[in-house]
């Protein structure tokens, strides 16, 4: 029996299938320094494993609401609307099983055959994945690192159709590290506020940024709060990978649209594990600040060492934990050369084309791992090549 044809479109995460070729390598003895996962090395924060604990002994172990706990979706717009800078309530915020299904869900409720939906390339694999199990066009819009890996908003205005349904902002950036200006942020929201179309704003990051300023979202600007969709969690921030819990803030038009689609796929997010949400967004927030202050000093210390590679050149991220080093000058393909590091040096990266095609000719690695294995990680890679 042969598979649906949407299949052909779906696409994967490489980082996974890295991670399991490196596995099998450390099965046979090898060392391997692993800059492949996009996770924080951190322990998830005491108070909030320990608000889990309470809420299995509590019973927090039954079916809760489609669109998640109440009193989880008033702090997260508690939240939200803090460190936005907008107004919203409980009835915009839909609570999800990580924070993919904020991308999936929406596309699904809107994109169509015929539709296009503009993204950044490189990017998250999934936001193309997605627009092709849809049906509808994705346009890439290319990150280049002439520009810091933002947009250029005179290919973006050209780029815009009648048929433009959605565009996909993210900023901090996965896989480059790269930040969209507030003045571009500013520009972009001028340029589609009068069209037919929703932004979905990835902004899992969000708090992992070294510009020393608050998050800025263009659903804060006049006339785009019922045009945008918020996608946020909690893996990165409170390295809760493993949690699988993110959110959604969306327009309540569209909120109904994705607990429908939420209850046909997962019924409800983890009753415990929302308990422990609320634990993370009202409690102490101090484990935060000590680690983007440690990924800050990895960053730089990684990146210098990177630059220090003849042929690698390595731009200093503005935010997440990914450095992104364009390695033309080496000769090699980011494909050949992310599989020579994996088996010759024993360092796992990514093959910046993974992220699309305009990615080619850089590799991604991942800064979330102590600042020893990342110096011993760029010893290897100067001895290997």
Known sequence: MKLASRMDGILVESAFEVLVKARALEAQGRSIVHLEIGEPDFPTPAHIVEAAKKALDDGWTHYGPTQGLPELREAIAEHISATRNINVGPQHVCVVPGGK???????????????????????????????????????????????????????????????????????????????????????????????????????????????????????????????????????????????????????????????????????????????????????PQDDVYKMVAEFRRRRDAFCAGLNSIPGFRCTLPGGAFYAFANITGTGRTSKELADFLLNEAGVACLNGAAFGAYGDGFLRFSYANSLENLMEAVDRIKRAL
């Open 101 to 283: 299904p904020i991308i999936f869900f929406p596309m699904m409720a809107l994109l169509e055959p015929g539709d296009e939906a503009i993204y950044p390339n490189p990017g998250f694999p999934i936001y193309e994945s997605m627009i092709n199990v849809c049906g509808a066009k994705a346009v890439p819009m290319p990150l280049t690192e002439g520009r810091a890996f933002s947009l250029d908003l005179d290919l973006l205005r050209d780029s815009l159709t009648p048929r433009t349904k959605m565009l996909v902002l993210n900023s901090p950036q996965n896989p480059t590290g790269g930040l969209i200006p507030e003045d571009d942020i500013r520009a972009i929201a001028d340029l589609v506020r009068d069209r037919d179309l929703i932004v979905l704003s990835d902004e899992i990051y969000c708090r992992i940024q070294y510009c020393d300023k608050p998050p800025f979202s263009i659903a804060s600007l006049p006339g785009m709060l019922e045009k945008t969709i918020i996608l946020d969690g909690f893996s990165k921030t409170f390295a809760m990978t493993g949690w699988r819990m993110g959110y959604g803030v969306m327009p309540i038009w569209l909120v109904d649209a994705v607990n429908k689609l939420m209850v046909n796929s997962n019924s409800c997010t983890a009753s415990f594990t929302q308990r422990a949400g609320i634990a993370a967004l009202r409690g």
